[in-house]
């Protein structure tokens, strides 16, 4: 199957494959759409909680299909100390001010990897008194026992970028998921 990749976006790097073609995610998000749509009402007044940066685009193409009254908000995760090393503890950067008690929450997240993330943040935000917790990740690599409500894509164990995903904050822009080609591999074509 031919795919169109910009290779202006690339800035140079080589794509290893194109994982989900941009037509596949429009189409999984419908369908994501379409069944969160269903299962609240506007009795539940329902927030999406994106987890920046990563769900940026998946959360606007998310909400832009969905069919009931919601709101947005955002919270900044961190699990980096001043070192480049992950701590495995959760820092918000940036913390929904609006109060969660009473409401249905959905967690939108662009993937789940080592579950770092979510298993910090979820206690986090269910300790203020939601109705619900619900998540929702476009990605998941299943390594761990984490089983979100609704999950786009079981994805592999691969390093994805695109749609939201980034390398060193590049490639968030491509409307595609790709993983790419490492410089070890580059290396050693001979
Ligand atoms: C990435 C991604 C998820 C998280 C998943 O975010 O966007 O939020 O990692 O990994 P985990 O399951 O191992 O916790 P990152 O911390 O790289 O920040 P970003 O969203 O700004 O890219």
Redesign the pocket.
């Known amino acids: 199957m031919s795919i169109a990749v910009e290779e202006g976006q690339l800035g140079g790097r080589k794509l290893r494959r194109v994982v989900y073609e941009a037509h596949q995610l429009q189409k999984r998000v419908s369908e994501l759409a379409t069944e969160i749509s269903g299962a609240y009402g506007p009795e539940d007044r329902l927030l999406l909680i994106g ?5 940026f685009v998946f959360l606007a193409d998310l909400v832009r299909r969905m069919t009931i009254p919601l709101q947005i908000d955002f919270v ?5 100390g001043p070192g480049q090393s ?1 701590t495995g503890d ?1 820092q918000l950067l940036y913390d929904p001010p609006a109060p969660l008690n009473g409401r249905a929450v959905l967690v939108v ?12 943040l979820v206690p986090k935000l269910r300790a203020r008194g939601p109705s619900s917790l619900e998540i929702c990740a476009l990605l998941h ?1 299943r ?2 026992p984490l089983d979100p409500r609704w999950v786009g894509f079981d994805a592999p164990n691969e390093f994805l970028v695109g749609y ?3 390398l060193a ?1 590049d490639f ?1 822009h491509l409307p595609y998921i790709a993983s790419l080609q490492l410089t070890d591999e580059l290396t050693d074509v001979s």
């Open positions: 987890i920046l940066k990563g769900s900044v995760a961190s699990s980096y992950s959760v997240e662009d993937i789940v990897d080592s579950g770092t993330t979510l298993l910090n690599k390594k761990i939201g995903l980034d904050e968030r």
